[in-house]
C-alpha cells in the first residue's frame, strides 16, 4: 500500500482539525480506535484512503474513530489487514505487525497448481507452531541449536555446494558422527531444533510435503497424508523432513505477503533454493565424510555388481532410499554416469530406520509431549496445550482419552 500525504488531518491522538479549519473534533478514546489512528499517522494515511484499501465505508470509519461508532469485527479485521496488523492483536488495542509466512512446496506440478484450502491447513499449522515454541519457553526446554537466517536466496551456480556445506555445519553443531546414520529424523526436528511436524491431507497437486515459516523463526513443517510412495516408503519420509528442514532454517522469509516456492519434479526445473536443499538433504543423511570412511576413496572403475554393493552398503547404513543414495553417489564421484543410469531405476527392499510420525491429522508428538508436562506442572492451561496440539475445545487431551 503507498502511503498517502495528508498526515495533517491527524493533528493529535484526541482531536483533529475538521476539514474546514475552523474547530476541533473530539475523537473516540477507545483503545482500538486509538491503536488505528496511531497506525494511520505512522504511516501517513487519511481516512479516505484506508476505507478504500479496507473495503468499508468511509462514513462508519469516521463514525467509529470519532465518536465510536458501530463497527463490526468482519470491518476491523479488513482494517487490520489494510493497515499490515495483526487483527487479534488490534482487538486487544495494540499495534502488532501481521506476519505472513511464506510456503515451500515440494513436488507440486505448477504454480497455477497450487490450492487454497491448504493455506487453512498451513495457517493452523503455523498456530500451532507458535504455541509450540511457547510451550518449550515455559518449560525452560533445551536450547535450540538455531542458525541466522539469510535474506539473499541461494546463487544457482553454487546451490549444490551450498547445500552440502549447510548440511555439515548442522551435522556438526547437533553432534552427529559422520560415519552413521542420522537417528529418528522427525525426533531431531522438533526436539532440537523446535520446528514442528505434522502430517495432513493436502490437496496441492502432487505435493509431497509443504514448509510454512514466518519471520519471527517460527516454522512447520508438514507432510502429505496422501502421499504414496511415502507410505510405500518410509525411508522417504527422511528425505522430505531433511529436504523441508533447509527450508525451515535457512531460506529467506518474505514479509507482508505469502510467498510460494515451488519445487517441481527434476533438478533442472528446480529453483536455486530447491536444488541447495535437495543437495543439503542428500548431505546431512549421507555426509562425504562417512561415505569415505565406510567406502575408502572413489573408484574410477567398478562393475554393475560391485556398485550394487556399494549402493546396498550405503542404504543400509545411511537409512535411505535407493534412488536417492545412486544419485548421491554420483554426485560424489563414486558412480560414472552409465552406472547411474543404470542403477537409478532398480527396486529394492526397505531397510531399518524408519522415522516416527504423528497420525494424519493429529497432534505433533513432541507438542504431545511437551503440552502434557507442562499442563502437570501447572504452566499453562488446557486451552494452551490444545491450541499447540490443534484439538477442538470439547475434545478431550489426548492423555486423558
Known amino acids: 500500500m503507498e502511503p498517502h500525504g495528508r498526515a495533517s488531518l491527524l493533528a493529535s491522538p484526541l482531536q483533529r482539525v475538521d476539514r474546514a479549519g475552523t474547530e476541533p473534533i473530539m475523537m473516540n478514546t477507545d483503545p482500538i480506535a486509538v491503536a488505528v ?17 479496507a473495503d468499508v465505508p468511509e462514513s462508519a470509519l469516521a463514525s467509529f474513530l470519532e465518536r465510536g461508532g458501530e463497527f463490526s ?31 515451500f512446496l515440494r513436488h507440486a506440478a505448477s504454480w497455477q497448481d497450487y490450492s487454497d484450502q491448504d493455506t487453512a491447513v498451513l495457517d493452523a499449522a503455523l498456530q500451532q507452531a507458535r504455541a509450540f515454541r511457547d510451550i518449550r519457553g515455559a518449560l525452560g526446554a533445551v536450547p535450540l541449536v538455531g542458525f541466522p537466517r539469510t535474506d539473499a536466496p541461494a546463487r544457482p551456480a553454487q546451490a549444490a555446494r551450498a547445500g552440502y556445506a549447510l548440511a555439515a555445519r548442522l551435522r556438526s553443531a547437533l553432534g552427529l558422527a559422520l560415519d552413521v546414520a542420522v537417528p529418528d529424523i522427525r525426533a531431531l526436528v522438533e526436539d532440537r531444533l523446535g520446528v514442528l511436524v505434522l502430517v495432513r491431507p493436502l490437496k496441492t497437486a502432487g505435493a509431497t510435503a509443504m514448509t510454512v515459516c514466518a519471520p519471527d523463526g517460527v ?3 508438514v507432510l502429505n497424508s496422501e502421499d504414496v510412495r511415502r507410505r510405500e516408503n518410509n525411508l522417504l519420509a527422511r528425505v522430505h523432513l531433511a529436504h ?57 572403475s567398478l562393475g554393475l555388481a560391485a556398485a550394487e554393493d556399494v549402493v546396498q552398503q550405503v542404504r543400509a547404513n545411511f537409512g535411505v532410499p535407493r534412488e536417492i543414495a545412486v544419485f548421491h553417489l554420483h554426485h ?23 522415522t516416527s510420525l504423528p497420525e494424519p491429522g493429529g497432534p505433533s508428538i513432541a507438542a504431545t509431549e511437551l503440552a502434557r508436562r507442562a499442563m502437570d506442572e501447572a504452566l499453562i492451561s488446557s486451552g494452551a496445550a490444545r491450541l499447540a496440539l490443534g484439538i477442538h475445545a470439547l475434545e478431550p487431551l489426548p492423555w486423558l482419552r
Open 244 to 300: 523441508e528442514t533447509c527450508h525451515a532454517l535457512f531460506d529467506p522469509v518474505a514479509t507482508g505477503r505469502l510467498n510460494l516456492v515451488l519445487e517441481r519434479e527434476g533438478s533442472e526445473a528446480a529453483s536455486a533454493n530447491e536444488q541447495r536443499a535437495g543437495a543439503f538433504a542428500a548431505e546431512f543423511l549421507m555426509p562425504e565424510a562417512g561415505l569415505g570412511a565406510l567406502l575408502g576413496s572413489p573408484r574410477k
Open 37 to 53: 489512528r496511531a497506525e494511520m499517522q505512522a504511516q501517513q494515511l487519511d481516512q479516505a484512503v484506508l476505507a478504500r484499501a
Open 219 to 221: 516454522a512447520a513443517l
Open 73 to 103: 469485527t468482519a470491518k476491523l479485521a479488513r482494517v487490520a489487514d489494510a493497515l499490515g496488523l495483526d487483527d487479534l492483536a488490534l482487538l486487544d488495542g495494540h499495534r502488532k505487525p501481521l506476519l505472513r509466512p511464506s510456503v
Open 332 to 354: 560424489r564421484r563414486f558412480l560414472t554416469d552409465a552406472l547411474r543410469d543404470q542403477l537409478k531405476t532398480g527396486k529394492a527392499p526397505n531397510v531399518g530406520h524408519k
